[in-house]
């Protein structure tokens, strides 16, 4: 049975992680922060009471199925309704992460030059682009794999499908992001 402290601690090192899976997924920030926080909320409802170890499966599990529900919410409300805001053009504060924003610092990146700082800041968001071009079962299977660093067994778990699936899937992953970075100039 995880205590208290150790459900916390677990949700407070995958908060960031799975909030920007999510918002790969479903591309608006305060949608991702709702499934996110809508997940944090089942796991401690229903599998507060399991064993540490089987919560970062559980959580996952939950996410994914949280994400989906999401999806079908809107295609239900597309389909009812239209929102003005639908309409509205883009928000030139949709960058801002509050999330990175509030990154710890290591002693790596306090010490590094203004200009490798920005080449690297430049080079990750080639990287999320890149991400957030791949179909959606590719880019969940990639994440959850390189990512989360879920072996195969863990990630099928958390998809819903079998292993060769997550295999095809993290294959074309990689093979498509190696292709478009290596378009860009930078190795894989």
Same mark, same amino acid.
């Given at each position: 049975? =995880? *205590?208290?402290?150790?459900?916390?601690?677990?949700?407070?090192?995958?908060?960031?992680?799975?909030?920007?899976?999510?918002?790969?997924?479903?591309?608006? @920030?305060?949608?991702?922060? $709702?499934?996110?926080? @809508? *997940?944090?909320?089942?796991?401690?409802?229903?599998?507060? /009471?399991?064993?540490? =170890?089987?919560?970062?499966?559980?959580? &996952?599990?939950?996410?994914?199925?949280?994400?989906? /529900?999401?999806?079908?919410?809107?295609?239900?409300?597309?389909?009812?309704?239209?929102? %003005?805001?639908?309409? =509205?053009?883009?928000?030139?504060? !949709? $960058? %801002? /992460?509050?999330?990175?924003?509030?990154? $710890?610092?290591?002693?790596? &990146?306090?010490?590094?030059? =203004?200009?490798?700082? *920005?080449?690297?800041?430049?080079?990750?968001?080639?990287?999320?682009?890149?991400?957030?071009? +791949?179909? $959606?079962?590719?880019?969940?299977? #990639?994440?959850?794999?390189?990512?989360?660093?879920?072996?195969?067994?863990? *990630?099928? #778990?958390?998809?819903?499908? !079998?292993?060769? !699936?997550?295999?095809? &899937?993290?294959?074309?992953?990689?093979?498509?992001?190696?292709? !478009?970075?290596?378009?860009?100039? +930078?190795?894989?």
């Amino acid at each position: 049975m =995880a *205590t208290e402290k150790e459900l916390s601690d677990f949700l407070k090192s995958v908060e960031k992680r799975a909030f920007k899976r999510t918002a790969f997924a479903v591309r608006d @920030d305060d949608s991702a922060l $709702d499934i996110v926080q @809508d *997940t944090m909320i089942k796991l401690c409802q229903s599998y507060g /009471d399991r064993p540490a =170890a089987e919560l970062p499966l559980l959580f &996952h599990k939950i996410l994914s199925t949280t994400t989906m /529900d999401w999806f079908r919410r809107k295609k239900v409300r597309q389909s009812m309704f239209m929102n %003005f805001s639908d309409l =509205a053009g883009s928000n030139p504060d !949709s $960058d %801002f /992460d509050i999330l990175e924003t509030l990154e $710890d610092l290591t002693a790596s &990146h306090a010490t590094e030059s =203004a200009a490798d700082a *920005t080449s690297r800041e430049q080079i990750l968001q080639l990287i999320e682009a890149k991400i957030k071009d +791949l179909p $959606d079962r590719q880019r969940e299977a #990639f994440l959850l794999r390189y990512w989360e660093e879920l072996d195969v067994a863990e *990630t099928a #778990f958390a998809m819903g499908c !079998s292993e060769g !699936s997550v295999k095809t &899937h993290c294959s074309r992953a990689v093979r498509a992001l190696a292709k !478009s970075l290596g378009q860009l100039g +930078l190795k894989w």
